[in-house]
């Protein structure tokens, strides 16, 4: 019998691929059930959605997860509204009720059946044509939603997406508004852009200006490790616990690229996993990706080229004078701007100390070091 791979990557996961946070649940509960509206921050593929929807399961409050991660327009964000309101199962059976909650949004929507099951579900009428109709439908959207429930919390991720949609902030103050509003609703934001967000809450001229409880998404301890190991127990694997410390420090402790790694090793059908053999899989999927890797060189300045050398060798101080020399960029300045451009590209970020950044991707910084390193 084929015994399935006990890692997962990529998509959010839960149950037993699921390592739980109790303490970070428990702040982050606590506030919202006080009504504290939350933010969560962290980097990319660091595990924000997967606990967002284990956090919601636990909680007594009922909830909507909207995704907002490719919006572009307003139309795109009502549209993701619309479809978590959809897809509660417990709700879409009283969608007819609750547009009657506030009489200014039933000509706006349609009860047409759903293609696939058949049932009546809800659609934007095509009434709604302009930014103007679609604003308003927002509004009255936000509005309703203190009607779902008791007590409900609402949960926007990759928050920062509001604020890239140029609209000279309507999104942004239309949302605070509902926050401030709505008495029963508590929301909860995840982000990973660390520099706009922190903007957005931390600017005196922002509608978000101190709304929120921000709380950095902490790194897993080392149960992870101890979890890590257990897993491939479970396959008949050993594993040394140095050498998931190793993978863990190298991944810039990202859990989405150790169970990565971690699913390669099992499907390679390795036995004994030690420092060695970990590297030469992660090499392996690096060595896979260069291509892209290669691509994405080649498209950037060539001053942001030298700047992410720089980055990809030298993990802290990056700023420090004598480097500059050594990867033959100009002055301070020009590295300042370049490092700011590969922010907006989102390939890296700002670290947690200063003078250090984050790769959006650690297997590039990786491949970085093994083409240009010493
Ligand atoms: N609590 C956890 N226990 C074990 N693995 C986890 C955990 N959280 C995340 N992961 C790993 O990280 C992967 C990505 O998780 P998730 O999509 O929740 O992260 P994210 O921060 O929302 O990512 P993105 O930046 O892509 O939105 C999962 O597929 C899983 O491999
Ligand atoms: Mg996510």
Request: charged share 25%.
């Amino acid at each position: 019998m084929l015994i399935d791979n006990p890692f997962k990557f990529g998509d959010p996961v839960e149950g037993e691929y699921y390592l739980p946070r109790p303490e970070l649940a428990r702040t982050v509960g606590q506030f919202l059930d006080n009504r504290i509206h939350v933010i969560l921050i962290g980097p990319r593929r660091f595990g924000k959605t997967s606990f967002i929807l284990n956090l919601l399961k636990e909680k007594t409050q009922s909830s909507l997860f909207i995704d907002v991660f490719n919006i572009t327009s307003h139309r795109d964000f009502l549209q993701q509204v619309l479809r978590a309101i959809r897809g509660k199962k417990p709700w879409s059976a009283h969608l007819k009720e609750w547009l009657s909650t506030i009489p200014r949004l039933r000509p706006r929507f349609e009860m047409q059946p759903d293609p696939v099951s058949g049932t009546p579900t809800l659609s934007l009428s095509a009434e709604v044509s302009s930014d103007k109709d679609v604003k308003e439908t927002i509004q009255d959207v936000l509005a309703a939603l203190e009607h779902l429930g008791k007590q409900v919390i609402v949960t926007i991720d990759e928050f920062q997406k509001i604020a890239e949609i140029e609209d000279k902030g309507w999104l942004e103050a239309t949302l605070r508004t509902q926050m401030q509003q709505l008495k029963n609703v508590a929301f909860l934001y995840t982000g990973s852009r660390k520099g706009i967000i922190y903007d957005m809450i931390n600017n005196s001229n922002r509608p978000f200006y101190r709304s929120c409880q921000p709380i950095e998404f902490p790194a897993f301890g080392t149960e992870f490790t101890d979890w890590i190991i257990q897993r491939f127990s479970i396959v008949n694997i050993t594993c040394e616990r140095a050498a998931v410390d190793h993978l863990r420090r190298i991944l810039q402790d990202t859990p989405n690229y150790i169970q990565m790694v971690c699913f390669h090793v099992v499907a390679q059908g390795i036995q004994n996993v030690t420092q060695k053999k970990m590297d030469d899989v992660l090499n392996t999927i690096v060595r896979q990706n260069a291509y892209a890797y290669q691509t994405l060189l080649n498209s950037l300045a060539v001053g942001q080229q030298r700047a992410l050398r720089l980055a990809a060798n030298e993990l802290t101080q990056i700023f420090a004078k004598d480097l500059l020399a050594k990867y033959e960029i100009k002055t301070g300045p020009a590295l300042h701007a370049a490092i700011k451009s590969l922010k907006d590209k989102q390939i890296l970020d700002e670290g947690t100390a200063k003078g250090k950044v984050f790769f959006d991707d650690p297997l590039f910084a990786i491949w970085l070091r093994t083409e240009f390193g010493e």
